[in-house]
């Protein structure tokens, strides 16, 4: 596997590729590497010549400086996991490199970013939104990788392909879960055993939404039994909202649409998580 730490040497690397006609799989990750990351790794190390992946704790995304400095970093051993991938490039660009001055730019996607993750962490989606453009400048893929978990990011990242007419196909790949339906994330490292096992109770509530929105159970019974589980849990319920997966927007009459997207966030000994689950909602 190869390693640039620079923009630039990892440029005059992937013109190369490029020129002897390899396509280029992108999978952004701020590092902490889990199975979750290797599933989006293997998807692009299917479709493309080379894989790159790029650990990048992209500083302007975080709302909140302690959650920036507490973000947990393992270079040593992501980059020991990603040669046992198969991952052929890692990117590992510095702060000053991504960003050489404070940016000035900020992006606005509108009522995409309005409410869930939106709302409750300012200016992430903006953050996110320059990082993963310069990222799809420098590397110029063919092919780029984001999981489902995060899918206000993927529905922003969407946006930003289209409004600024990005030449790059983008893949959503399911979210991984540990045996108790817990989504794996990086945060789940600040977790003890007893957290690991209260926090199971955020895909429990949506396992128990779908179900009772199959059976047509009253949209705001069903917030208030999710609510009751996440007290019972020790889980301090931040949002639980039913939205339509594409534009996000707050869904009210679920009758009217085909799919729905169930979306929850809460902390658990003081960690942020969260989840959602795409339903198909038959009449
Ligand atoms: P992060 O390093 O947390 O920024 O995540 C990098 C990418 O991995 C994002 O596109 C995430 O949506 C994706 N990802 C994170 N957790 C999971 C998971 N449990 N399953 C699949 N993809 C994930």
């Known amino acids: 596997m190869l390693r640039f730490s620079d923009i630039s040497s990892a440029q005059d690397h992937l013109k190369k590729q490029r020129s002897h006609g390899k396509t280029i799989g992108l999978v952004p990750t701020m590092g902490a590497l889990h199975d979750g990351h290797y599933s989006l790794i293997r998807a692009s190390l299917k479709e493309n010549d080379v894989t790159l992946t790029s650990i990048f704790v992209n500083r302007i995304q ?37 960003y050489p001055e404070e940016p000035v730019l900020s992006i606005n996607f509108g009522r995409l970013a309005h409410g869930l993750e939106g709302e409750f962490r300012p200016g992430h989606f903006s953050g996110v939104g320059l990082v993963v453009s310069k990222l799809l400048n420098i590397v110029n893929p063919d092919r780029a990788y984001f999981g489902q978990k995060d899918l206000q990011q993927f529905a922003v990242i969407s946006r930003l392909v289209k409004d600024l007419s990005y030449n790059v196909e983008l893949r959503c790949i399911p979210t991984l879960r540990t045996s108790t339906g817990l989504a794996l994330s990086s945060r789940n490292r600040r977790l003890s055993t007893k957290g690991l096992q209260q926090a199971s109770i955020l895909y429990k509530s949506l396992i128990y939404a779908k179900e009772q929105l199959q059976k047509k159970v009253d949209f705001l019974d069903i917030t208030r039994e999710i609510q009751n589980l996440c007290y019972e849990s020790s889980v301090d319920l931040e949002y639980f909202e039913i939205v339509n997966p594409i534009t996000l927007e707050s869904i009210s009459e679920i009758e009217v649409y085909d799919e729905v997207a169930l979306c929850i966030a809460g902390y658990v000994e003081g960690v942020r998580l969260i989840d959602n689950m795409i339903v198909s909602y038959e009449y």
């Open 62 to 98: 975080f709302n909140k400086s302690e959650d920036f400095e507490n973000y947990p970093v393992n270079l040593e051993s992501d980059i020991s996991n990603l040669e046992k991938v198969g991952n052929d490039i890692v990117f590992t660009p510095s702060q000053d490199d991504m």
